[in-house]
């Protein structure tokens, strides 16, 4: 039942199609003209060929439009193609024919003339040889000679009825004998090939579509073979009407594949085997109806009891064929389900194989395959490819402090986002860990990059994962492909311009150029011995004084690192701190400085008594805010060396990340231990005074930039006057830092600050150099 009412859902879908309803609905208003007293014999003469003519432009027209549908197989398309190629030569045929029946009626040839029978011949030519040259099946010689043995069947079921009902028709003569002749064998080879299309399992129609063309060639088959024209002259409006009909399925045929094809455009890869095939047996049927349809009626009962018998033993025979069938279907239908089941696992593990499990995107291995299959393609070089890879920035944060499960959905966030910005040509994937990669299609080296930044732009809009809102940052590196490239090659180059943007500063787009090999090896180079030297005596602090402008005495240090290599020169701090940075090697440093600084802290506080004020200034970077634990560590190293809180001052780059939800915890934190924070490098930042209002600063530092120019320029000094005045009112301390010349000093006097550093009063020094000025004070009292 439920197999019942699914198929009349379907019918009823396609009923519903404007282009199916229109057209049969024209059909049934054409045919009932025929069948109602309306004009002479020539008036239906006419209106038959005329109202074939619309219905053939339709053909033409449905085999078109389900060529072009998206996704359908190239024999399916190229059939489509043929086919509307015999609705051309049917429309030359059936117009010629309506106009000629204007000019000159002539009413015994209902099949038409010369012209519509060479077109209608013509027509059917194509989409015979089209049906001929379809490949048969495969498989053994038992299955090959069934398969061909089916179709003979068929044919000669076929050439019973054409012989008894065409040759049979006492009402036909001459060149109308011909035409039904012509017409009876060629709908016999169509029949042919159509059946022998059929059983290859693999025909270019749908079942949908070749329901309605199979039932109009039955309708022409036996508006052909029985005579239209009465003795009395008169045409037989039944089978007027039904060739009208004929003409309208021919047509609808074509657009109800075109609805199924939309829906699933590759039903020919869905073929089952059915355990036989029942059009063998209908052409027995056939076979045996035509018998007994030109049985002459006087034959004796005898002659009558021997016909009947043979064709009794044929439908026993046929029915015990059947059944024999039927009862091997069960078995049948669980080895296909085994081979589905097996079809199924096969397609899961290709799936893992190829897709990465938790976005779905390609994985590595199969982009890579891709990508060697693109280049290998010199079509595909000459149209224009790139790879991008994505690395989102700062992403070990996010697994560390809020767990990897809103880091997986972060990912899965990402990958929706890169689906959503690419076009259907092109492939994304994910290549592990933070990191994704697309290979765009046809694309000149301008339109990548023009990509790569409307990719960028989606990709790093925050993003709300399980309650958070996180801000997304990536870095891009493009590698435009040339010829001679390979799929490694490509894809390193694209790597080392994603680290290229790394290096300049995160959240931006490099395009891969020559010389980036070598940039890149040096910092990798300088991060593998900076990973090496951390934890290690090669590093070492010096200390630069902060003192009060108006007296000169000591109320600070900053302690700044400095790397000796064994062998080497020292390598400047502008040089590996952003390595340290970028390769995440700064917390195990930071970790070191902070702890070296409160050991140094301590012992000058508990050696000279002058160094109970002091205040100690330690450089923090935002991955070491970021850290799970930081707070707790300061803590832990305050009640270790017995440092007062307030005698720590946290120094916090102003380009750091300072609006993530868990940095801004750290420095709250932090100022509820009693430690003051200073914003470091005031000014350089286009969010400087966004970052006083969320940031629990207590101090502000000037940036050397302002105070080299002050005196020279005015606009230094209008922001150093400013940066003095938003501090009193917020009641900030402030530090100049780079102060060199008194004439500076005396500038910064004027603007209200207290306090400076600089080579105006002392270069970095080294601890015990640091602390000399305070054995010289108590050698003195």
């Not at 194509?126 to 049906?131: E, K, Y």
């Amino acid at each position: 039942m439920s197999l019942v009412s699914g198929w009349w859902r379907s019918a009823w879908k396609v009923l519903r199609d404007p282009g199916v309803a229109g057209t049969l609905g024209f059909a049934l208003l054409a045919s009932l003209v025929p069948l109602v007293d309306v004009g002479d014999t020539v008036f239906k003469l006419r209106f038959i060929w005329g109202a074939q003519v619309p219905l053939d432009v339709l053909l033409g027209w449905f085999c078109l439009r389900a060529a072009r549908v998206p996704g359908v197989d190239r024999i399916v398309r190229s059939y489509m193609l043929t086919l509307s190629g015999t609705a051309v030569a049917f429309l030359i045929g059936d117009g010629y024919q309506f106009v000629r029946s204007i000019g000159w009626p002539v009413v015994a040839e209902i099949n038409g003339g010369v012209v519509p029978t060479v077109m209608y011949l013509a027509g059917c030519s194509l989409v015979v040889g089209r049906m001929l040259s379809h490949k048969s099946p495969g498989g053994s010689r038992g299955e090959r000679l069934r398969f061909y043995l089916d179709a003979l069947a068929v044919l000669l079921g076929g050439g019973v009825m054409a012989w008894c009902f065409s040759l049979n028709s006492q009402s036909v003569a001459g060149l109308e004998l011909i035409s039904t002749l012509i017409a009876a064998s060629v709908l016999l080879l169509a029949a042919f090939a159509a059946v022998r299309m059929v059983l290859s399992g693999t025909a270019p129609m749908t079942k949908g579509g070749s329901i309605p063309m199979i039932v109009a060639a039955g309708l022409l088959a036996l508006t052909t073979a029985v005579p239209i024209l009465g003795s009395d002259g008169r045409l037989h409006p039944v089978l007027m009407a039904l060739r009208i009909l004929a003409a309208a399925l021919f047509a609808v045929g074509p657009r109800v594949q075109e609805l199924q094809t939309r829906v699933r455009p590759d039903f020919r890869r869905e073929h089952r085997r059915r355990p036989y095939n029942v059009l063998p047996y209908l052409a027995v049927a056939a076979t045996f109806a035509t018998f007994l349809a030109v049985m002459p009626r006087d034959l004796g009962y005898r002659a009558w009891g021997g016909v009947v018998g043979v064709i009794a033993v044929t439908a026993i025979v046929v029915i015990r064929q059947l059944l024999a069938f039927l009862d091997n279907f069960d078995l049948i239908n669980k080895l296909d389900a085994t081979l589905l089941d097996l079809r199924g696992h096969q397609a899961m593990l290709h799936e893992q194989a190829t897709r990465d499990g938790l976005t779905r995107l390609a994985n590595r291995t199969s982009f890579a395959e891709a990508v060697a299959a693109d280049l290998a393609d010199p079509r595909a070089v000459a149209r224009g490819l790139a790879v991008l890879l994505i690395d989102l920035d700062d992403f070990k944060a996010v697994n560390d402090t809020l767990g990897h499960g809103v880091g997986d959905g972060l990912l899965t966030t990402v990958a929706d986002r890169l689906r959503n910005a690419v076009r259907a040509e092109d492939l994304v994937s994910r290549l592990g860990g933070d990191e994704f990669a697309v290979l765009l299609r046809g694309v000149s080296e301008p339109e990548a990059a023009a990509m790569a930044d409307r990719i960028l732009a989606d990709v790093v809009q925050p993003a709300r994962v399980d309650g958070h809102m996180l801000v997304v940052k990536a870095s891009i590196g493009v590698a435009p492909a040339a010829p001679g490239d390979d799929a490694e090659g490509l894809m390193r180059n694209a790597d080392i311009a994603m680290y290229a943007a790394k290096d300049a500063g995160k959240g931006g787009i490099q395009q891969y150029a020559a010389d980036m090999g070598a940039r890149i090896m040096e910092t990798v180079e300088l991060g593998t011995r900076l990973r090496e030297a951390v934890g290690t005596d090669q590093f070492g602090l010096v200390y630069q004084p902060v003192v009060e402008m108006a007296t000169g005495r000591v109320t600070g240090a900053e302690a700044l690192v400095r790397w000796h290599p064994p062998g080497r020169d020292e390598i400047s701090p502008a040089e590996f701190i952003p390595t340290a940075e970028r390769t995440g090697e700064i917390v195990r440093l930071g970790r070191w400085i902070l702890r070296e600084a409160c050991r140094q802290l301590a012992e000058w506080r508990r050696d000279h008594p002058a160094a109970r004020d002091l205040a100690m200034a330690v450089n923090v970077a935002g991955r070491q805010l970021q850290a799970p634990g930081f707070v707790d560590e300061v803590a832990a190293l305050l009640a270790e060396h017995d440092i007062p809180p307030d005698r720590l001052v946290i120094e916090i780059t102003e380009s750091a990340t300072l609006d993530e939800p868990m940095v801004l915890a750290a420095l709250h934190g932090l100022r509820g231990l009693g430690l003051d924070l200073a914003l470091d490098d005031f000014g350089t930042a286009a969010s400087s005074l966004g970052l006083l209002l969320t940031c629990p600063m207590s101090g502000l530092k000037l940036d050397r930039s302002f105070v080299e120019r002050l005196g020279i320029d005015s606009r230094p000094t209008a922001v150093a006057t400013a940066v003095s005045q938003i501090a009193r009112a917020l009641d900030l301390t402030t530090v100049a830092e780079g102060v060199e010349s008194t004439e500076q000093a005396e500038v910064l006097r004027d603007l209200g600050y207290r306090r400076a550093q600089g080579f105006l009063y002392s270069p970095p020094l080294e601890p015990s150099a640091f602390a000399a000025g305070w054995r010289v004070s108590s050698t003195v009292s």
